[in-house]
């Protein structure tokens, strides 16, 4: 190598880390985004306005989350949604995310699907985080689904933390009567696993379906989306944003916080809003 060459590269490595810092810490501010999402079910020139929060693995935006739950209540959301692993399984507190649900049922109503780290916690560790925020007014769907109309739309929100691999045993009698369901209503299922659409799911008619857990495949790469998740390993599907599917559309969520080791590399934490708009809009 000749001396150009090898200045150059003693110039270009350091720069290339420093590239990559700046590009991790940078993927640590939360980044605000916003989606639409046509229907016909909506009445010409309404608009609902749902918050999306998943993966926030304990971490705090400001004291007790006050940065947070300011940004989402400027936003006027109609509903808040909670796609899972908010809570770490390795952490006995549960007090985050309580408070954070209470401070957020006085905005909008939440309702809160279960991620893979609520499960551990509620039934391997017996800690009962639902009951908690059950008391504390916020609507956790087990396996189960409720009926809430805004304005003059009627949402069928059902919640299930099944996987692909436990579908059959904990999660087909449930979503069977949910699909079967003769309903109207706007029907959105808080699912924390984007893996249950690849082929179970995948031609199942539902208006929205709201994820996590890939936390935008940890790292971002222009073209190409997301690197990896712990599971499905590299350049899983449907990883974030908004996709389309044969008879659905689901959202998946690139996460609040982090469980990984792997820092978030040109993905930056996501609070999003999903405006669900008329197809009869003047």
Known sequence: MGIRKRILAALLIPLAALAALV???ASEELEVTFYQLPSAKLPPGETIRLAVLADLHNREYGEKNADLIEEIRSQKPDLILMAGDMVNYFETRTDIVVDLCKALQEIAP??????????????????????ALREAGICVLINDSHRITVRDTEFYIGGTAVSEENYEKHGKTFLDRFWEKETDAFKLLISHFPSLYYEILADIPMDLGICGHYHGGQIQIPGLGGLYSVKHGLFPQYCQGMYRLENAS???SRGMGSGHKIPRINNRPELAFIDIISENNP
């Open 23 to 25: 590009l991790c810490f």
């Open 250 to 252: 689901i959202f998946v």
């Open 110 to 131: 939440v309702f809160y699907g279960l991620g893979n780290h609520e499960g551990t916690l509620i039934y391997a560790s017996g800690i009962p985080l639902h009951e």
